[in-house]
C-alpha cells in the first residue's frame, strides 16, 4: 500500500501548520476583488489599506502591544534578522555586544554570526540539560558594551520554555533591549509582551494555521532600531516593499482566531502531548524524553531512542503515514546533528536518535494511539539492524564520538 | 528524496544480521556523520557463499548496506574487490548527493571485510 492511499497523520506542526478554512476565507477577497495597493490614496488603495490596519490590530491584541508597535516582515526568519541586525547596526554603529543562547534557531545565531564578520560580538550562553538558559547567566554576561538580548521563547525542536520575563527584567534593568523569538510559541501559550518585558518579539504566521511567508516584529515604542530593507518606506520605514495584502490579512485572521482558541486547543494538545510523554518510554525500552517534562511547549514530544538512527525512524514513520521529524544530523541535509541537541550535552550518538513529534489543534487521541502502537515495532525493527545493543554498545572512536 | 530503490531496500534490507564464524569482518565508521556499518563474509573456495550486515545510520546507509551484500554474495575475491563506491549508488538507483558518502560506507566496509579475510589467510599460512 502507497502512502497516499493511507490515512495521512501530520504530527509534524512545527515545520509548518495547515492553513485554517477560515483563514482562507478571510484571504480570498485579496487576490480577486481588493487587489490594490495599500499605499495608492484612490479606494482600491484605501480598501487595501484598511484590511492591513485591521490585521494589524488582531495582532497587536494577540500580544497585548498596540498596533503602532506591530511591524510585518516576510516571516520568522526576516523578523529575527530585523530585530537582531536592526538593533545592532542602529545609526551605523559598527560595534558592540551581543548575547544569545547556544539553543536559538539559525534564524537568530546566523545573523549574530553575520554580525561578528564587521567586529561585533556574540556571547553564546549554554543552557542546562533540559534546555533552559540561566536568567543569572545572562546577567553575568552583560557588559557596559552589551546593545542586545536576544532569548528565544520556546524552543522549536524541544519545545523548552525559557524564563523569558526574568531575562527581560534583568535587561532592562541594565537598559538594553531584550528580544525573543516567539516563532513555536504563538497558539501554544499565552504571549503578553508588556507582561514578560519584552522590547522586540518575532512571530511567524505559518506556525500558527496563517499561509507561509508572512510573520511581525513586534517592535517597542521607542526601541532603538534600523531597517535591513530600504525603499519606499513602508511600515513606517522598517520595512520598505509593497505590502502582502493577503497574507497579512491571513496573518491577523489567524492571530485571531489563535487568541479566541488557546485555551481549549492548548488544554486538548497537552493532554495528548502528556499521553505521548508518559507511554512512549514505558512502552520502548531504552526511550528517553529530551527536554523538560512540563515546561514545555503543550505540542512539543521529543524522544530519543539508544542504538539507531533518527532518520530511519522517520522514514519507517513515513510508510505507515505518519509524519514526524528528527533532530538527527542525516535527515537535514548537514550530517551533524541539531546543535540544540549538542547543546543539552548528549553525544552524537544520542542526538541521531531523536524523534520530535509535533502536534497540532487538528490531531486527535486517535492518531496518538496510532503512533504509540506502531512505535515500539519501528524502533525493534532498527535495533535489530544496528549492531549495537545493551549487550554491545558503541565504543568511543566507533562513530559519532570521533566527529571534527 | 531518495529514489524508489533506496526505500525498498530500506523498507526489506537484505541479510540483515551477524556471522558468527564469519571468515573477514569489515567495520567501519563515517567520521563525519558518525554512521557505523559492519560486514561479514563467509569464503569458500574463493567465492563470497554468505554475507551479512548490521549497521547503524540513515535510510541511505541501511540502503546501501542492503545492496553491497546483494552485489557481493557469490562473486569471488577478485570480483568482489572491483565493486566501487558509485557501483553501489548507480545500482540504487542514484542517491542525493548529500548521501553519496553512505555508498561509500557500504563500500569500505566490504574491502576491509575482505582484507580482513586475506589477512587471516596469510596469518594460516594458506595463500589467499
Ligand atoms: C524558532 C524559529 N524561529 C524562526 C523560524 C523561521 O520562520 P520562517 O519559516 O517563517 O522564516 C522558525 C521556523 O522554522 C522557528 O522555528
Ligand atoms: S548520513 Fe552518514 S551514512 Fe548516511
Not at chain 1, 484571504?27 to 480577486?32: D, E, I, Q, W
Not at chain 1, 509593497?242 to 492548548?266: Q, S, W, Y
Not at chain 2, 568482489?80 to 557501483?87: E, L, Q
Request: aromatic share 6%; proline share 4%; glycine share 10%.
Amino acid at each position: 500500500m502507497s502512502a497516499s492511499e493511507l490515512k495521512r497523520i501530520y504530527f509534524d506542526h512545527s515545520a509548518t501548520t495547515r492553513v485554517l478554512p477560515e483563514v482562507e476565507e478571510a484571504m480570498r477577497p485579496f487576490f480577486l476583488e481588493k487587489w490594490g495597493n495599500a499605499s495608492s490614496i484612490h479606494s482600491f488603495g484605501r480598501e487595501a489599506r484598511a484590511a492591513i490596519e485591521q490585521a494589524r490590530k488582531q495582532v497587536a491584541n494577540l500580544l497585548n502591544a498596540d498596533p503602532a508597535e506591530v511591524v510585518f516582515t516576510s516571516g520568522g526568519t526576516e523578523s529575527d534578522n530585523l530585530a537582531v541586525k536592526g538593533v545592532a547596526m542602529y545609526k551605523g554603529k559598527m560595534k558592540g555586544h551581543l548575547i544569545t543562547t547556544k539553543v536559538e534557531h539559525h534564524a537568530v545565531s546566523e545573523p549574530c554570526e553575520w554580525l561578528k564578520r564587521f567586529g561585533f560580538e556574540v556571547t553564546y550562553l549554554p543552557v542546562s540539560s533540559e534546555g533552559f538558559v540561566d536568567p543569572g547567566e545572562v546577567e553575568r554576561a552583560i557588559r557596559n558594551d552589551t546593545i542586545l538580548i536576544s532569548v528565544m521563547m520556546a524552543n522549536n525542536e524541544i519545545g523548552t520554555i525559557q524564563p523569558v520575563r526574568e531575562i527581560g527584567m534583568i535587561a532592562h534593568e541594565k537598559g538594553i533591549p531584550f528580544h525573543t523569538d516567539a516563532v513555536q510559541s504563538i497558539g501554544k501559550m499565552h504571549v503578553d509582551v508588556k507582561a514578560e518585558n519584552i522590547d522586540l518579539l518575532s512571530l511567524s504566521a505559518h506556525k500558527f494555521h496563517g499561509p507561509k511567508g508572512i510573520g511581525a516584529l513586534f517592535v517597542k515604542k521607542g526601541t532603538k532600531i534600523e531597517p535591513i530593507i530600504q525603499g519606499g518606506g513602508q511600515e513606517r520605514g522598517l520595512r520598505s516593499s509593497t505590502e502582502n495584502v493577503p497574507g497579512i490579512v491571513g496573518l491577523g485572521k489567524a492571530a485571531e482566531i489563535a487568541k479566541r482558541d488557546l485555551e481549549h486547543t492548548c488544554a486538548r494538545m497537552k493532554n495528548l502531548r502528556d499521553k505521548m510523554i508518559k507511554h512512549v518510554p514505558e512502552l520502548v525500552p531504552r526511550a528517553y524524553v529530551n527536554g523538560n517534562k512540563t515546561r514545555r511547549l503543550v505540542n512539543n514530544a521529543h524522544f530519543r531512542f539508544d542504538f539507531i538512527e533518527g532518520e530511519g525512524l522517520i522514514l519507517q514513520l513515513d510508510m505507515k503515514g505518519i509524519a514526524a521529524s528528527t533532530g538527527s544530523a542525516c535527515s537535514t541535509g548537514s550530517l551533524e546533528p541539531s546543535h540544540v541537541l549538542l547543546a543539552l550535552g548528549l553525544t552524537h550518538e544520542q542526538a541521531h536518535g531523536s524523534l520530535r513529534v509535533t502536534l497540532g489543534r487538528e490531531n486527535t487521541e486517535e492518531e496518538v494511539d496510532i503512533l504509540l502502537e506502531v512505535l515500539p515495532g519501528i524502533v525493534s525493527k532498527l535495533r535489530e539492524i544496528s549492531p549495537f545493543s545493551a549487550e554491545r554498545p558503541m565504543g568511543p572512536g566507533e562513530g559519532a564520538s570521533c566527529v571534527q | 528524496m531518495y529514489s524508489d530503490k533506496v526505500m525498498e531496500h530500506f523498507a526489506n534490507p537484505r541479510n540483515v544480521g551477524e556471522i558468527v564464524d564469519a571468515d573477514g569482518i569489515g567495520k567501519v565508521g563515517n567520521p563525519q556523520c558518525g554512521d557505523v556499518m559492519w560486514l561479514y563474509i563467509k569464503v569458500k573456495d574463493n567465492i563470497i557463499t554468505d554475507i551479512k550486515f548490521k549497521t547503524f545510520g540513515c535510510g541511505a546507509a541501511i540502503a546501501t548496506s542492503s545492496m553491497i551484500t546483494e552485489l557481493a554474495r557469490g562473486k569471488t575475491i577478485e570480483e568482489a574487490k572491483k565493486i566501487s563506491r558509485s557501483d553501489v549508488a548507480d545500482q540504487l538507483g542514484g542517491l542525493p548527493a548529500v548521501k553519496m558518502h553512505c555508498s561509500n560506507l557500504a563500500a569500505d566496509a566490504l574491502k576491509e571485510a575482505i582484507k580482513d579475510y586475506e589477512a587471516k589467510q596469510a596469518a594460516k599460512g594458506k595463500p589467499a
